[in-house]
T-cell receptor, first 109, second 114 residues
Framework: GQNIDQPTEMTATEGAIVQINCTYQ??????LFWYQQHAGEAPTFLSY??LDGLEEKGRFSSFLSRSKGYSYLLLKELQMKDSASYLC??????????WGAGTKLIIKP | DAGITQSPRHKVTETGTPVTLRCHQT?????MYWYRQDPGHGLRLIHY???????DKGEVSDGYSVSRSKTEDFLLTLESATSSQTSVYFC?????????????FGPGTRLTVL
């Protein structure tokens, strides 16, 4: 079957750095997405990786290793507004998005 | 922000009643999707559409039907609602279904079936 694993919950301190991991086993791979979802709101797109390596976008960076079936989202200079769930999703061989259950990130002052 | 609206935003209904949720887009995107989101689960695809009157099933389609008579509207119908269909329903749209076609989400509908 297809599976995406993320930690259920993480806690970090305002101003610090946090890394949210995602491992996947899917039938084929056509890219990996990260979304942010604040409580009670819709998911919003953060990043897309299809090649190995690091993609940087402001305070957020996303890394992909296709050989290891592994990605991470790195958030720097954490702000209270970064408290949210972070969803990892893989586009499989049929171009269907397979979603992880999400990681709830709690930021403490 | 992508122009996607969902209605109603909240609904409480009783077991056995029919329910229709509406998704409306102003982006003229070809693809539209219905997902449900439940605690402990990732978003799960119910149905999707790749054009007017062109739809296909997702992984959790049992108990749901869809219709798309206009590019901008995608309807999700629960023919006879059950308590297991209590969930948050999200509509999403994308221009295509390729590897760079990001999905953009509507605000969601919170459905409670008593």
């Amino acid at each position: 079957g297809q599976n995406i694993d993320q930690p259920t919950e993480m806690t970090a301190t305002e101003g610090a750095i946090v890394q949210i991991n995602c491992t996947y086993q899917t039938s084929g791979f056509n890219g990996l997405f990260w979304y942010q979802q604040h409580a009670g709101e819709a998911p919003t797109f953060l990043s897309y990786n299809v090649l190995d390596g690091l993609e940087e976008k402001g305070r957020f960076s996303s890394f992909l290793s296709r050989s290891k079936g592994y990605s991470y989202l790195l958030l720097k200079e954490l702000q209270m507004k970064d408290s949210a769930s972070y969803l990892c999703a893989v586009l499989d061989s049929n171009y269907q998005l397979i979603w992880g259950a999400g990681t709830k990130l709690i930021i403490k002052p | 922000d992508a122009g996607i609206t969902q209605s109603p935003r909240h609904k409480v209904t009783e077991t056995g009643t029919p329910v229709t949720l509406r998704c409306h887009q102003t982006e003229n995107h070809r693809y539209m999707y219905w997902y449900r989101q439940d605690p402990g689960h990732g978003l799960r695809l119910i149905h999707y559409s790749y054009g007017v009157k062109d739809t296909d099933k997702g992984e959790v389609s049992d108990g749901y039907s869809v219709s798309r008579s206009k590019t901008e509207d995608f309807l999700l119908t629960l023919e006879s609602a059950t308590s297991s269909q209590t969930s948050v329903y999200f509509c999403a749209i994308s221009e295509g279904r390729g590897d760079t076609d990001t999905q953009y989400f509507g605000p969601g509908t919170r459905l409670t079936v008593l």
